[in-house]
């Protein structure tokens, strides 16, 4: 019989799996980011790890990986999609609106961090392209354990959730500068002083060009093209069209000489600003997860613990001077931008650790041999260590912030930049007839309000009047969550179809008990089963639904009772009922 080839780095994908299937529920029970696990676990089944007593005892093969090659180009892909994530995150409207925190603290810290970490690389006897490196890789903090901190505590609207929002969001930025520094300093040490200038301008220029033309054609491309998915309502099409576009355009970088993580940065900076943002989100999160844990996995299987043996004490003790320059710099910056003593001290433990992009730039130092493996793995577990202490001393940071501010608690506000960091508003799911006239109502009474809609064309000509109407099913949690559902103040449903606006109010009902939930209904019998999943309170079908509906979402937003009717009176007078 002809032997049939198997499927290649077919164990590696179901050691792989298998450890994911682990790592993310345990850990996620333990309140501990899932990147620890998978480095963890990376070091366990590693070539460094169990693999060396295989030899002892045979089984041990079918369970650890001894070859990182397939892994670590699988998982390239990780690191595109990170990019692509940090991308997306980013807004040209978030960035203007908080310009003096992001521009001012968070550049400043940027800058003084990795000019003084550099510096004492330097003075260990670091080379200038290592120091470089260094530097700006550790001036970076971890957007996903930080973020997810303040997410579970409920406060990214305190001033520490803000500075902090403010300092991660210009580390984000940073990300593009530091990829095409590593790019040229590997290309730089190849090639004589004399030479250096005109790579640089040739790169620069090679640069500037791929980045203008991929953003010219990428805003008339990709509007057209996700309207076109947006449309077909196929969860599929649209699925496809994400991973279309982020493979091209870390191709079109990649062939422009750029790194391709760029590209996929630039992506997700386009989609950023469009209405299909939420939903991109969605979409692509557990794609994104597996992705990464692949990439994390494979940066834990590089790390050789005999390596750093002899350096656990200086390893401690480098954790211990990370927290310290970094704390002390945020600390210093932050007060000279007006935050209070207590906000200082908590926003300087909270982000002293080094971050997931670390992990990046060191793997690509070592590869293009401008870090030696000795330092680039002593880095390694140095960045490993500071991200697994941090939950622990967040705890901390908060209690020795209670104790410098008396007791006295930071007032919460909403954020205001983006609907995923407000507070107290409302949240409509369905922007048809009914929608519209709930979200003028709360207009005119100037109550924030944020709409769902899965009517691509629907989504499209709001936006382009500048209302904030995002594509998306509502139906979904995630979804709902990226609105900030759970700190709205109601969540109104319109939606036509009586099964998804059922399943809409049980699945709010469910995630947020605590969420008014006000539904509109075909008939009496409708609204009575939406009560009984949930719904506060229900309107059946009529002409003045869309009012009715507009007057509770006012009244929870705590409207007198006069005040309410006589905008409903005005309303009544001058309604004119737009075309669905």
Not at 74 to 96: H, K, N, Q
Request: hydrophobic share 55%; with cysteine; proline share 3%.
């Amino acid at each position: 019989m002809e032997h049939s080839e198997t499927i290649p780095y077919f164990r590696e994908l179901i050691v792989f799996l298998v450890a994911a299937g682990i790592v993310v529920p345990v850990f996620h029970r333990l309140r501990l980011s899932p990147v620890l696990g998978f480095l963890a676990v990376g070091l366990l089944i590693g070539p460094y790890g169990l693999a060396l007593f295989a030899d002892r005892l045979p089984w041990l093969e079918y369970v650890t990986i001894g070859d990182i090659a397939g892994v670590r180009l699988i998982a390239e892909f990780g690191i595109i999609f990170l990019l692509f994530m940090i991308g997306l995150e980013l807004s040209l409207d978030r960035l203007w609106q908080m310009k003096r925190l992001v521009l001012g603290l968070g550049l400043a810290e940027v800058l003084i961090a990795a000019a003084v970490i550099g510096g004492i690389a330097i003075a260990f006897g670091n080379s200038t392209p290592a120091a470089l490196i260094l530097g700006s890789c550790l001036a970076l903090s971890s957007t996903a354990i930080v973020m997810q901190l303040l997410i579970e505590s409920r406060r990214g609207g305190t001033p520490v959730g803000r500075a902090s929002f403010a300092i991660l969001l210009m580390q984000d930025l940073a990300v593009v500068p530091i990829l095409f520094m590593i790019g040229f300093l590997a290309t730089a040490s190849s090639i004589s002083n004399e030479d250096m200038l005109l790579q640089l301008g040739e790169t620069l220029a090679i640069a500037i060009a791929a980045i203008v033309a991929i953003i010219v054609i990428g805003r008339r491309v990709l509007g057209p093209l996700f309207r076109l998915a947006g449309g077909a309502r196929s969860p599929e099409m649209f699925m496809a069209l994400i991973l279309l576009v982020v493979i091209a355009m870390a191709a079109a970088t990649g062939i422009a000489g750029l790194s391709m993580a760029l590209g996929a940065f630039l992506a997700g900076l386009l989609l950023a600003e469009s209405e299909y943002r939420h939903a991109v989100e969605v979409s692509i999160e557990p794609f994104k997860g597996l992705l990464l844990g692949l990439f994390f996995l494979s940066v834990g299987m590089g790390i050789d613990l005999r390596v750093a043996a002899n350096d656990v004490l200086w390893i401690l003790l480098s954790v211990i001077g990370l927290f310290v320059i970094k704390g002390g710099i945020i600390a210093a910056l932050a007060l000279l931008f007006g935050q209070s003593r207590a906000t200082a001290l908590e926003m300087a433990l909270l982000l002293g650790q080094g971050g997931e992009f670390a992990f990046v730039v060191v793997g690509l130092g070592e590869r293009y041999r401008l870090l030696p493996t000795e330092t680039a793995q002593f880095m390694l577990l140095v960045v490993s260590l500071s991200m697994l202490l941090t939950p622990f001393i967040a705890q901390a940071a908060r209690r020795l912030a209670q104790k410098l501010a008396d007791g006295v608690a930071q007032a919460t506000h909403g954020i205001g930049e983006n609907a995923e960091h407000q507070e107290g508003h409302v949240v409509i799911c369905g922007y048809g007839r009914v929608g519209r006239m709930i979200a003028s109502l709360l207009d005119a009474e100037q109550i924030p309000w944020v709409a769902l809609d899965a009517h691509a064309e629907t989504v499209a000509t709001e936006r382009r009047a500048g209302r904030p109407v995002h594509y998306g099913d509502a139906s979904r949690v995630e979804l709902l969550e990226k609105l900030s559902a759970g700190h709205a103040q109601a969540l109104v449903v319109t939606l036509d179809d009586p099964a998804a606006a059922g399943h809409l109010v049980a699945t709010a009902h469910r995630a947020w008990p605590h969420l008014p939930v006000f539904a509109r209904a075909r008939d009496h019998g409708h609204a009575e089963h939406l009560r009984r999943l949930g719904a506060a309170q229900v309107i059946a079908e009529a002409a003045e639904a869309s009012l009715q509906l507009g007057a509770l979402a006012l009244e929870q937003a705590g409207l007198p009772e006069d005040a309410v009717r006589q905008r409903l009176e005005r309303a009544r007078s001058t309604r004119q009922e737009p075309a669905e």
